[in-house]
């Protein structure tokens, strides 16, 4: 079937299969960025936004998109190279592979939540797994991020 | 020094957080076959017959492979040093399969779909024999795992392949009976170990072609593309110069990718048709079908004087290796030789046991290779001595670790630094032991603290061997060629200091290559915490050789003796003031008859694996209801020699310790009674979540380790070992009863508790 999409603020039209998964159709768009984890809904490296809230793409059915803006790392590239900075200064990312899911949960955080305690941050980031940093770089890193941003 | 101690950023750090296309799945071609294998929901069957006429008739399906379409050579998938100490009890089929998983048929098909269609559509035949799923079991039983009399071990490693033993292994030094007859105190406890999963976040995937020549190319997520070029050419059977391996940005490894488990099936699907072909594991694959650390039974025997002078310690250790030994003799061997020899005033010590078959998921390499198993044992067992000796633990710690300058009674070799003992006393400081230990009742609740120390090894003493190569390129940059692999542990960018620091020169003067076996010099791979070390010897000898040879070459154009040649990583001054730019001699060194562009190259071995250390304190609260076990504090002092990267060394070790963490209070391996593996995703197998795992804080007692570069030792696997004795010495300070198992779920606790 044929949907009309807004991906990274351009409209696009793409056929996909009525049980095709968004994280396979951004993929095979060309959003290499998309990362997946799990196939369980577990892992977060499939967040995108989906009209601007943090979503599992490999749970999210493309078909249901029709009409919908979708946002992937590619689409916001200037911030998200400034939290990357700051990750990368404390040597947060380490095999990266979590890291674009777990940078689109940032920003979302970043809009939504206003001066959040350390508490609240791991809450909101909590569906992001990292098998690598574990995670006590990240939380340095998201509140120099936040620090420098408010 | 200006670079090496820094806290340079990593040099890929940007563009992999960023998302950019640099891993495997990221770097395939379009028209890649995707390959897709049929595992067996059997735990041990012989397959009568197998039909793959139907599969094969779909439209797209490229090929089907069964046990009659492939090689008939066993081998080993075991990312070691050629020959290899684990068994070659593999075929790339087989008409047996020996666990829930065990590969069937290989399928090849134009897309996903089709492939996934196909798999199900062959028709299996299977004889279901009895299964040996309890390693207690395995020795003797009726059921052997490897009935076939092609098997083969490059070395006698003990292996009894109708007793179901994958390795036996022996090592006793002094009269350990007579010792533990003389001392004062003996405690004694069996300890088991989990099965773990490496869980990195990128699963196992690899994808093939023919190149130009007709040549497999095949690109890995892998830790060691040095030896799958080997493993693909043996089971194969096609000459090691027809193959090229390349690995990219890899996602994580923890020793899964130091197996070779999807390679094979890409590459003999890209042999069978011509074409391209990919193969990506889904998780639950990755939980079931590769493999998973090694499951454990420690018996431990401490004896010791009145004093508190450990005089002797005996391990008896089993080890499940499940239905194929990859890493069984190794991983065994490691358990006793890296947790024995801290305890350097005893006067016998003996370590043996089995590593044994069954017919579960294989165990392989994990980050602690065993040693993470040892430690937990025999520092539990300490624990448990400083309780019946009434001696505070750390204060027995300090009267019996290893110094510097020892010679330890398991290798007999001088260890050559340490600082343990400063690591003990500051974290116990920053943890606030005096005022926490043993416990604070709070009511409901109650709190605690514990401790553990450990060591590991810098690299495989006498097989380890790592080349280097420094060019200097004609523009006056320098281009670093390694065949080892960073998985994200920032090993490119350490690797990178430390040729700068020789050079004199700034990072970005220096591009990194790793790894492709066309190109890159032998390395033997990333594991055994060998990178740093190893590799980090071969980088600064060749940085060091190029560095004398820009000094000749300079002192020959100013027509001066090398010794009145000064370099200060951009200029080369002479006598009489003569000058010479590092660029312009760079641009010389490639222009014009009888000239040679100026490299150095290196390789480095060493006859030891110097042992970095951490001491490791937990702060846990226990909820009396519940049993539950939170871990408040976690604090880890670590030894690693000179810290060369110290943001990239805290994040090792905080990723180590929180794998640690999982190991000691989450991560549970089950099966059914069938032998199926039932925590195969992650809403089944738990690793922590940021939620999980409470405080985190590393520090640094820097040692200086005579042997390594700039005093480096390793810190990849170390931290991995602390957390599980630790919290469970804290689990017995609060509630007063010793746990034996891992991991300390709320029930194990709250049954403890009230027993
Ligand atoms: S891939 Fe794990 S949550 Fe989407
Ligand atoms: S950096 Fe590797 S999983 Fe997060």
């Not at chain 1, 998109?65 to 700051?86: K, P, Q, S």
């Not at chain 2, 490059?154 to 033993?165: Q, V």
Request: net charge negative.
């Amino acid at each position: 079937m044929k949907i009309e999409v807004t991906i990274n603020g351009q409209k696009t039209v793409l056929e996909v299969a009525a049980d095709e998964l968004l994280a396979d159709t951004l993929r095979a768009a060309g959003f290499a960025s998309i990362r997946r984890g799990c196939d369980t809904t577990n892992c977060g490296l499939c967040t995108v936004w989906i009209d601007g809230k943090p979503t599992l793409s490999c749970a999210t059915l493309s078909a249901r998109m029709d009409g919908h803006d979708i946002t992937t790392i590619e689409g916001v590239a200037g911030e998200a190279e400034a939290f990357a900075r700051l990750l990368v200064a404390e040597g947060g990312e380490q095999c990266g592979f979590c890291s674009p899911g777990f940078i689109m949960t940032v920003l979302a955080m970043k809009r939504e939540l206003a001066d959040p305690t350390d508490e609240a941050i791991t809450h909101y980031l909590t569906g992001n797994l990292c098998r690598c940093t574990g995670y006590m770089g990240q939380l340095r890193a998201v509140k120099k991020f936040l620090e420098v941003r408010s | 020094m200006k670079l090496v101690g820094k806290g340079v950023p990593k040099i890929d750090g940007l563009a992999i957080a960023t998302g950019k296309p640099l891993y495997t799945e990221d770097l395939a071609p379009a028209n890649a076959l995707v390959v897709k294998i049929l595992h067996s929901p059997h735990a041990s069957a012989r397959i009568k017959a197998i039909d793959t006429a139907v599969a094969e008739g779909v439209e797209g399906v490229a090929c089907v492979l069964t046990h009659k379409d492939v090689p008939k050579v066993r081998f080993t998938l075991a990312g070691q040093t050629y020959p290899e100490p684990s068994p070659y009890d593999r075929l790339i089929l087989e008409d047996l399969v020996r666990y829930v998983g065990d590969e069937v048929a290989i399928v090849a098909a134009v897309d996903e779909r089709t492939a996934q269609r196909a798999l199900e559509l062959i028709k299996v035949d299977y004889e279901v024999l009895t299964p040996v799923l309890d390693f207690e079991q395995a020795i003797g039983h009726p059921s052997v795992v490897h009935p076939e009399t092609d098997l083969h071990c490059n070395f006698d490693i003990g292996h009894d392949r109708l007793r179901n033993i994958a390795a036996t292994h022996k090592v006793e030094v002094g009269d350990i009976a007579a010792e533990l007859a003389a001392s004062d105190v003996v405690v004694e406890e069996t300890y088991y170990t989990q099965a773990q999963a490496q869980a990195m976040m990128e699963t196992y995937r690899a994808f093939s072609y023919l190149d130009h020549a007709g040549r497999l190319v095949v690109v890995s997520s892998t830790q060691i593309p040095f030896h799958v070029r080997r493993h693909l050419a043996r089971a194969l059977e096609l000459p090691a110069s027809r193959i090229r391996v390349i690995k990219p940005r890899i996602g994580g490894g923890f020793g899964g990718k130091q197996t070779a488990v999807v390679e094979i099936f890409a590459a003999i699907v890209t042999l069978r048709t011509g074409r391209p072909a990919k193969i990506v594991y889904e998780r639950k694959e990755t939980f079931t079908a590769t493999n998973s650390r090694h499951a454990m039974r420690l018996k431990v025997r401490l004896g010791a004087d009145r004093g508190g002078l450990i005089r002797a310690i005996d391990v008896q250790c089993l080890s499940d290796t499940g239905a194929y030994g990859e890493h069984a003799p190794t991983v065994f061997s490691v358990a006793g030789e890296k947790s024995l020899p801290l305890y350097n005033k005893a006067r016998a010590v003996r370590y043996a046991g089995h590593a044994v078959y069954t017919n579960k998921l294989p165990a392989g390499a994990m980050r602690g290779y065993g040693a993470t198993q040892g430690c937990f044992a025999v520092e539990s067992a300490v624990n448990k001595l400083a309780d019946a000796l009434g001696i505070d633990p750390c204060e027995l710690r300090r009267k019996n670790i290893i110094r510097a300058g020892e010679i330890d009674i398991y290798h007999n070799r001088i260890l050559g630094s340490s600082s343990l003992d400063r690591c003990i006393e500051r974290g116990r400081e920053l943890i606030g032991w005096l005022d926490k230990y043993p416990r604070r009742d709070l009511g409901g609740k109650v709190r605690a603290v514990g401790m553990a120390v450990t060591m590991q090894g810098s690299g495989i003493a006498g097989i380890d061997t790592a080349s280097a190569e420094v060019r200097l390129n004609d523009d006056g940059n320098y281009t670093l060629l390694l065949g080892s692999t960073d998985m994200g542990t920032g090993s490119d960018t350490i690797l990178a200091q430390m040729a700068a620091e020789v050079l004199e020169t700034s990072m970005d003067t220096i591009i990194v290559h790793a790894a492709d076996t066309d190109v890159s010099p032998f390395d033997t791979g990333s594991y055994a915490s060998s990178t740093a070390y190893v590799t980090g010897m071969a980088v600064v000898k060749a940085a060091g050789e190029l560095r004398e040879k820009i000094i000749v070459a300079a002192a020959a154009l100013m027509n001066a003796a090398p010794a009145e040649v000064t370099f200060d990583g951009s200029i080369l001054t002479g006598p009489a003031g003569a000058t010479i730019t590092l660029a312009e001699l760079a641009q010389r060194s490639v222009v014009g008859p009888d000239r040679r562009q100026l490299s150095g190259y290196a390789s480095h071995g060493s006859p030891v694996s110097p042992p970095p250390f951490v001491a490791g304190f937990a702060e846990v609260e226990i909820d009396k209801e519940t049993g539950k076990v939170e871990l408040l504090d976690y604090i880890a002092v670590i030894d690693c020699g000179t810290v060369v990267n110290p943001n990239l060394a805290r994040i090792q070790a905080e990723g180590g310790l929180v794998q640690g963490i999982g190991l000691a209070l989450y991560e549970d391996v089950k099966y059914d009674e069938r032998g199926a593996l039932q925590t195969n995703s992650f809403m089944t197998y738990k690793i922590p979540s940021r939620k999980d795992i409470g405080t985190v804080r590393v520090f640094f007692e820097e040692s200086y380790e005579p042997t390594g570069p700039f005093g480096a030792k390793s810190i990849g696997e170390v931290v991995n070992n602390t957390p599980a004795p630790a919290i469970v010495h804290a689990v017995r300070n609060a509630i007063g009863a010793w746990l034996t198992r891992l991991p300390l779920t709320p029930e194990k606790v709250y049954a403890a508790m009230v027993k």
